[in-house]
């Protein structure tokens, strides 16, 4: 178990090398643009590239792909796993190409007909250029997760650096140009392109040293047969995932410039935690659930989903309860620059709060759904994510007529709280060992660490704000001494009420550090 650890270790280090560098790409971006139109025409355009890629990239495929990969991985070895991948990807490569083509087609008839008002031509103009971004992302996704069951994880959990860092040399080159807004978005556009070029030349690199060579096998198999069947329920429940998204910031553009921005900005501040931890553990723990399956080992299942869990609820928990808490003092001192005005971060900061609140159940969601494909049952995730994409449409149209933008997030939390539970049910119901009873203890430890720390930042919040000063030093003393005082006192608690992982990871670091 030290090794998943390790690995984890990796996973998260390089998560949050590239959340970091994601936050300073944002940064840079609503200090650039601001809330204003652009920006939002921007986040929608680059929605849809997004969507297919969690669609058919690090979506339902690669879900479909990673049990179906140890399957052949344990009985044919790497060159029988290696051709059936070779098989994926030029299937994928085909759907692809006539995708993105039709894709840019439908965007430029859109974008130059007289029927969209101003801001949703625009919208559809940068969606245009956006469209290539998906071939790169969606084929590094799946060449990624093959590095993963090859039990290599660095280098596919690093390549978003290089998004971030394309993106931002594209921004600071617009900038040294040209600075109005309307060329400055056409920089990013190019940005996100050659940083999704990027994205997949490293992992492929990595991949063939590992033996692999890309071929177009055009011909079938057995395991192929099984992927597919895999696969299509999968993607109906991907895409009723992706499609909550997409609704969400539709309504939101429909309300005003700037609905999408302070949405955007809000649940990428939340998906920082979400993505460092959770999608670290998730992407760790996915490969070993499947292998215990494959090798009949109920127990070892067990075991493993309920150590996963635990560690995302122990981290997850508290993330949320300092979004909640200390929203306003992040968003200022983060983003209360350039363009980006102090009604832009009041706008934000219920947002932020709502976000928080619902990061447990987003993360709980995210590992429920992992342990469902990996017993290869895709048709789950599809009924609960159809039930989710009802309770987002009935209250985002509800709750925004009285809240605006807080209202889709209010029904974003909604519908992620009815999918945690009703996939942890499903779960529990099949192995009585993963039921609510045995993560109990656990829960309730967490819980009260997590009160109790959320007590003591908005003391101290409350404290700094007495000083009076400037807003922006204001801000940065509070997170200065709110965020680590509050992990003092949360991971002190733990230890005196003996959470288990925590004893795990310290006995991780005491093993694994001599080593280095």
Not at 101 to 116: E, K
Not at 301 to 321: D, E, Q
Not at 367 to 386: C, E, I, Q, W, Y
């Amino acid at each position: 178990m030290l090794q998943n650890f390790k690995n984890i270790a990796v996973v998260s280090l390089s998560t949050v090398g590239s959340r970091l560098l994601g936050l300073l790409r944002d940064i840079l971006i609503f200090a650039a643009l601001g809330a204003s139109l652009w920006n939002s025409a921007f986040i929608l355009a680059f929605t849809l590239p997004n969507l297919f890629r969690r669609l058919l990239g690090e979506g339902a495929l690669s879900s479909a792909i990673v049990p179906v990969f140890s399957d052949v991985l344990e009985r044919d070895g790497r060159n029988g796993a290696f051709r059936f991948f070779n098989q994926v990807l030029a299937r994928l490569l085909l759907a692809l190409v006539i995708i993105i083509s039709l894709g840019m087609l439908l965007m430029a008839w859109a974008a130059g007909s007289d029927f969209l008002p101003g801001r949703w031509s625009m919208g559809a103009e940068l969606a245009v250029w956006l469209m290539p971004y998906m071939l790169f992302i969606c084929l590094a996704a799946i060449i990624s997760a093959g590095l993963n069951l090859v039990g290599r994880f660095a280098v596919a959990a690093s390549t978003p650096i290089l998004l971030n860092l394309a993106m931002i040399g594209a921004l600071a080159a617009g900038l040294c140009l040209d600075s109005d807004a309307a060329r400055l978005v056409y920089w990013l556009c190019g940005g996100v392109l050659f940083g999704g070029l990027l994205q997949l030349l490293l992992p492929a690199i990595d991949l063939m040293r590992q033996g692999w060579r890309p071929r177009l096998e055009s011909e079938g198999g057995a395991a192929l047969t099984e992927l597919w069947q895999l696969f299509l329920p999968g993607l109906m429940g991907a895409a009723i995932l992706q499609i909550n998204t997409l609704i969400s910031r539709l309504l939101a553009y429909s309300l005003d410039e700037s609905a999408v921005s302070v949405l955007y900005l809000a649940s990428r501040l939340m998906e920082l935690p979400l993505g460092v931890f959770t999608i670290a553990v998730a992407t760790v723990f996915f490969p070993l659930l499947a292998k215990a399956l494959s090798n009949h080992d109920e127990t070892a299942f067990s075991a493993a989903f309920l150590k996963g869990l635990r560690l995302i609820v122990g981290i997850s928990l508290p993330a949320g309860i300092g979004l909640f808490v200390l929203g306003e003092p992040i968003i200022e001192l983060l983003f209360f620059w350039g363009a980006f005005e102090q009604a832009d971060v009041l706008a934000t900061v219920p947002l932020l709060a709502i976000y928080g609140l619902g990061l447990p159940f987003y993360s709980a969601a995210t590992f429920a759904t992992r342990g469902l494909h990996a017993s290869k049952d895709m048709r789950t995730p599809v009924r609960v994510a159809a039930y989710c994409l009802l309770i987002n449409l009935f209250f985002g149209l509800l709750l925004m007529q009285f809240w605006d933008a807080a209202g889709l997030a209010a029904a974003n939390v909604l519908a992620a709280f009815a999918q945690s539970w009703l996939l942890w049910r499903t779960l529990s119901s099949r192995r009585p060992a993963i039921s609510y009873r045995a993560l109990r203890p656990a829960l309730f430890k967490v819980l009260l660490a997590g009160v109790s720390m959320g007590l003591f930042c908005a003391f101290a919040w409350s404290f700094m704000v007495g000083f009076e000063l400037n807003d922006k030093l204001s801000a940065a003393l509070s997170v200065t001494v709110c965020v680590p005082g509050g992990a003092i006192v949360y991971f002190t608690l733990l230890y005196l009420l003996r959470f288990e992982e925590l004893a795990t990871l310290k006995a991780m670091l005491l093993n694994y550090m001599p080593k280095r």
